[in-house]
């Protein structure tokens, strides 16, 4: 008698753990891993999937279908996955687990291939305790209650060929296909090959991608499967099918958030055997365990709303000093702004500036030899002693002047012609502004005042000018518009407030642009 069980219930075993490697409809779209493995972790995500299918619900004993599985990216060109899946029918229950190891070939920037290897664990029960019979009581099998189960290994492999929207896969599930040795008897299991072709066509904001599925099976014949996918703004998406069992499905799913993705799926049959049932029902459930740096095709997932939290402290720690610096930097442009507005901003020519206040004398107009500038180690500015490259220009005394301006920032070491450090923001400010000026012609004279009377005192202020005219030439300045000249008090009654003390530095414009 057991014998005669295990003999009819072999063709239903053979049909049902072929099913078991099938293609799930509602996971078509969503899930490219479960259409073959060779996608694993070809995106660069680790995701997981969990799917429940009911077949011809409404009819006692019809197979319900448990599906899990996860892949995701290792180093880039190789990917990973693990996929379980657990199938009820009537009295069997059929049970697969599987790994995968896949690698990715770039042969261009739009072309991809692809394989993997999947061995796999296959595992087939037929429960005795479920079944009916008259000679129960006569069979030791049926009065013991036991159950009947065999495992096998197998091996599976796949390949997937990409190009832009094109994607091509074949897959062989049960490669090695052994029997399954059951008590009392042995069951043949069935070898299936899957293939699967889609195409995705972007218009605006939809997204349309058709195509087809073809499973064929040693024992089982040939099946099919046609659909096509309408995807808007990334977020929800329609899905048309229709099988060669005559079985014509309609499916929706949405993306809830950036991680997670939801499907539901329904198929109703125009066969008179598939008219008597409820239909077929799906739902499948996606999650986006680690996002790749950028998200690329094929993924169901969105990226517009980005993780708020960096992925370590070291990046939260970077992200707070480069605001930090912005804020700073932010500051110290308004700030060398204001200054550059008070030096060059002043465009009053009706106000007699005939001539620089303090330039009467013309014997105190100087050019006198200075060194190049470098940054010396007690935080100062030397100066070399060459300066046949910087040429005088015209006369400060037949030029309209604008009333000079200080800059306040630009300071001396006492009693050198030492430039600080501290000065030369200032500096940089202004011959930045200079330089781009609407009229970038007109010279620009500078004046070094000292409240030192004595003849080192006029020697020492030409100096100073002559350093900060060095300065701006290095920053771009032509040498032909600048003017530098050193002023110092012949008499210290001249200045009773100290406003020109020692290390005031001035500049003026002229008032109109000089003739070409």
């Not at 599985?69 to 229950?93: C, P, R």
């Amino acid at each position: 008698m057991t014998r005669k069980i295990i003999t009819a219930a072999a063709l239903l075993l053979t049909v049902h753990t072929a099913m078991a490697q099938e293609l799930t409809p509602g996971q078509t779209y969503m899930n490219r891993f479960a259409v073959a493995p060779a996608f694993a972790g070809f995106n660069g995500n680790d995701e997981g999937f969990l799917g429940y299918r009911a077949t011809m619900t409404g009819i006692d004993g019809a197979p319900t279908l448990l599906r899990a599985n996860v892949n995701g990216n290792l180093k880039g060109t190789m990917g990973y996955g693990v996929d379980i899946a657990n199938e009820k029918a009537g009295n069997f229950n059929n049970t697969i687990a599987a790994l995968t190891y896949a690698y990715h070939v770039r042969l261009s920037n739009d072309m991809n291939l692809s394989f993997a290897l999947t061995p796999t664990i296959v595992r087939s029960a037929y429960d005795l305790a479920k079944a009916k019979t008259y000679s129960a009581q006569v069979d030791p099998v049926f009065q013991n209650e036991a159950g009947l189960a065999g495992t096998g290994f197998d091996a599976g492999f796949s390949v997937m060929f990409n190009v832009q929207g094109l994607y091509v896969s074949i897959n062989a599930p049960r490669l090695i296909c052994p029997d399954l040795k059951f008590q009392n008897g042995i069951v043949n299991t069935d070898r299936v090959i899957n293939a699967n072709v889609s195409y995705a066509i972007e218009a605006d904001k939809w997204e349309i991608e058709p195509g087809a599925a073809v499973c064929y099976g040693i024992k089982g014949g040939l099946d099919w499967r046609a659909f096509a996918t309408f995807k808007y703004d990334r977020r929800a998406w329609l899905q048309l099918s229709y099988a060669s069992q005559k079985w014509m499905g309609i499916g929706a799913g949405f993306a809830a958030t950036n991680r997670i993705v939801l499907c539901y799926q329904y198929e109703v049959g125009m066969s008179d055997i598939a008219k008597t049932c409820n239909g077929n029902h799906e739902v499948t459930v996606g999650f986006l365990l680690n996002k790749a740096k950028k998200l690329q095709k094929p993924t169901i997932f969105i990226d517009d709303k980005p993780d708020s939290k960096p992925d370590s402290k070291a990046e939260s720690g970077l992200a707070k000093k480069l605001q930090e610096e912005i804020k700073a930097r932010t500051n110290e442009i308004k700030r060398l702004e204001g200054i550059i507005e008070d030096c060059c901003a002043n465009n009053n020519p009706s106000s007699d500036v005939n001539s620089p206040k303090p330039s009467e004398d013309p014997n105190q107009i100087t050019d006198p030899s200075e060194p190049n500038q470098q940054i010396a180690d007690n935080n100062e500015i030397e100066q070399p002693s060459d300066d046949s490259e910087v040429a005088q220009p015209r006369d400060p005394h037949k030029v309209e002047w604008l009333t000079p301006t200080e800059l306040i920032n630009v300071r001396f070491a006492t009693g050198t012609a030492t430039m600080l450090k501290a000065s030369m923001s200032d500096l940089d400010a202004f011959a930045l502004k200079v330089k781009h000026a609407k009229n970038n012609d007109r010279d620009i004279l500078i004046i070094a005042y000292t409240n030192d009377p004595t003849a080192y005192g006029k020697q020492m202020s030409e100096r100073r000018a002559m350093a900060i005219k060095k300065y701006l030439i290095s920053k771009g300045v032509p040498a032909n518009r600048l003017i530098a000249t050193g002023m110092r008090l012949r008499n210290i009654a001249e200045d009773p407030d100290g406003r020109y003390e020692d290390n005031r530095i001035m500049v003026g414009l002229e008032v109109k642009q000089r003739d070409k």
